[in-house]
Structure formats: C-alpha cells, structure tokens
C-alpha cells in the first residue's frame, strides 16, 4: 500500500499506510512550524510613538527648563566653596623644598624637612578637609591596579605568609614575605603634613588635625583587617614577614592608635583606593570646627611643615596639598554645573529653532496633504 499524510488543524502531519507500518505501525510527524502563540508569531502588542510638533517641543522647552536653573544651582554652590592650593614640590629654586627635592635619598636615616608659607585671604568656616595631590602618576596602570593581595589584606594569615604571585616583583624580599605586598602598597604616600597658624603677634599656633574618618566606612570595617584574633599584640602577628622595599617602618607601626595600626591604618586604607586618572588628590586629614563664635582657621599667615619622605623628580610629577571647604554636593566641582547649563540650554535653542521652523513650514504641508 501506499503510504498517505494529511495535516490537521493545528499543523500536525500524520502519516498512514504500509509506510507508516513499516516504521513501527503509525505514528505522527511534527512539524517546524512555531505555536500559534503571540509570543512566538510576534503579535504582542507594541507601543510606537508618532513624533509630532506637539509631543517633541515640550519635551525640549521642559528639558531646557529644568537643566537651565539646576546647573546654575550647582554651579553657585561650587563657587562658594572655599579651596586653597600649595605646591611643594621643590622643582623651583626658589621652593623652600628645592634642597629636600634635589638631595632625596632613600638611604638617608634623616629625614629632610622644610617650610612652605602661605596666605588664607578669607576665614574657612565649618570643618576643612586637608588634601595631597599628585601629578603625572598613573594609578591606573593594568600591571599597577593588579599588584596587590586582597586576601592579605582582609586579614587571611596564610596569603600573609603566602602572598599572591599577582605582587610580584614585591611579594617577597630577602627570602620574607612582605606585608603588605604589591606595587600599591610599596608606594604609598608618606610624607608627614603638619599645618602651623601665625597670629599677628607672631606666635606660632599648630592646628590640630584629625587623622581618622578619612576613610570609606565599608573599607575600614570590612575590606582591611588586621590578622589575628581582635587586639592581639601586632608585632606579634607579623613576626616573619618585612616592610615594603620603599617603606620606611613596618606596617605594624603606622600609628599609635591600635584602632589605626596596620592594615587598618586609614592612610593606608586611602592610599589602597586607586585613582582614575594620573592628577588626583586623596583626603590627608580634617580639621574640626571646635567654635561657632571663631572660623576653623582665622584670615592671616600660615606655614606648610613639610617631612619630605615621597620623591617625585623620576615620574616629572608634582605635589600639593589642598585645604577645602564642603557643600551637600560633596567638593568643588564647576563641571557638574556647567554641564547642566550646556545641556538645558541647547535644548532650549533647539526647541525654539523647531518651533519657529514648525510655524514656517508646518502650515504649508499640511496644505499641500489637504489638496491631494
């Protein structure tokens, strides 16, 4: 017999006939054909907006409207921010750290220091945020990023005795681990800031400065731990490792403070944060507001103590540090401001160039449509 097929239906060829038998006594072939389901024959419902006049020039005036005084909001409020800057790079020969610049040496037992003065033409209100910054360093360097041992870091003490092979050429020096490990970590900043007020009669008046809180909550407390069960004696626990080749102490002895000592050390932990782009800053130390009658620092001379521990002549770069006030929009930052104003204000233009180019030609097609 001949084998016949005939499809149903819902698409379905079924097969008969001594074909049929032949395979197992019938059965039915499936098709390819998807289910007539919406999903699977894209008839779900889409939503197509028709751009007319009506629905694209309110969007430009409404746009433009609201970006136009929100830039000059934020720009207003980045001016009134205070900001200070002080180079001590000692490139220059007149810079008062020309000679710790040229005669560095990381051999020398005595560190150089010297004088740096300045003066504040206003008072700074509020509490003031000390900065350093570099430039011409680039932290954002692939090889750079990598070296370091995030495991050591949080505390594990076998990445302390064993660290990450990502460190090297700094995980390991005269046969000891280096704690902590990594190209970060080896140069980190280190020179010593100390910032004195002269007041008219000459005296000179150190302003106290607050070297804790500088760091992100979440890498004090969770991303940097020390190893070893909470207060034990840190010498004690990094017995058998070594400082970093350019460091000039052992991590164990980074501050006084047992809450700021070693790995969690918040000049460290800030240091450890990289920075986007090869001119940066990174917060140093704050200065407290301890009277709302006189300015956290009065209008007068200054003087910038310098402990010049951080070479900068092999990269061409150049120190500073940075004395600023803060707003509820965070530091001074003129871009956010004027990139609102930019943005509102070519949508504006655009609106009224549409706008007059609707009300030109606009009636003129749609007379044209009415005669066909």
């Not at 969007?59 to 200070?84: H, Q, R």
Request: charge should be positive; glycine fraction near 8%; proline fraction near 6%.
């Amino acid at each position: 017999m001949m084998a016949s097929s005939y499809k149903d239906e819902d698409g379905h060829i079924t097969v008969s006939g001594s074909g049929a038998a032949a395979g197992g006594g019938g059965g039915s072939l499936r098709s390819k054909k998807p289910e007539n389901t919406a999903f699977k024959q894209q008839r779900l419902p889409a939503w197509q907006p028709i751009l007319t006049a009506g629905t694209v020039l309110p969007a430009f005036f409404i746009i433009g409207l609201m970006f136009i005084p929100i830039g000059i909001g934020l720009y207003v409020t980045s001016n009134n921010i205070k900001e200070f800057e002080v180079d001590y790079t000692g490139v220059e020969m007149s810079s008062p750290c020309f000679t710790c610049s040229q005669n560095f040496s990381w051999n020398s037992t005595k560190p150089c220091t010297c004088s740096v003065p300045f003066h504040l033409d206003q008072p700074y209100e509020s509490n003031v945020f000390m900065y350093y910054g570099l430039s011409n360093f680039y932290q954002n360097h692939r090889r750079y990023v990598k070296s370091r041992d995030d495991s050591q870091l949080n505390g594990n003490e076998e990445s302390l005795r064993k660290p990450s092979k990502e460190c090297e050429p700094y995980a390991k020096h005269n046969n000891k681990p280096i704690a902590p490990c990594g190209a970060i970590a080896n140069s980190m900043f280190n020179d010593s800031l100390e910032l004195i007020y002269i007041d008219p009669n000459g005296t000179k008046v150190q302003i106290p400065l607050t070297a804790t809180g500088i760091a992100w909550w979440t890498d004090k407390h969770v991303k940097f731990r020390n190893p070893g069960a909470e207060n034990t004696n840190l010498t004690v626990v990094f017995q058998g490792t070594t400082r970093p080749v350019n460091w000039r102490r052992p991590v164990f002895q980074l501050d006084s403070d047992p809450d700021n000592n070693g790995f969690i050390n918040e000049d460290f932990i800030v240091w450890m944060r990289t920075a986007a782009l090869p001119t940066f800053r990174k917060l140093y130390r704050i200065i407290q507001r301890r009277s709302n009658v006189h300015p956290t620092l009065p209008r007068g001379n200054y003087s910038l103590e310098v402990v010049y521990n951080y070479p900068v002549r092999s990269f061409e770069g150049r120190k500073r540090m940075i004395l600023s006030t803060i707003s509820w929009m965070g530091g001074k930052n003129p871009f956010l401001g004027i990139a609102y104003v930019s943005v509102g204000s070519v949508c504006f233009l655009l609106g009224v160039l549409l706008l007059i180019i609707h009300h030109k030609y606009g009636n003129r097609n749609n007379a044209a449509e009415i005669s066909h």
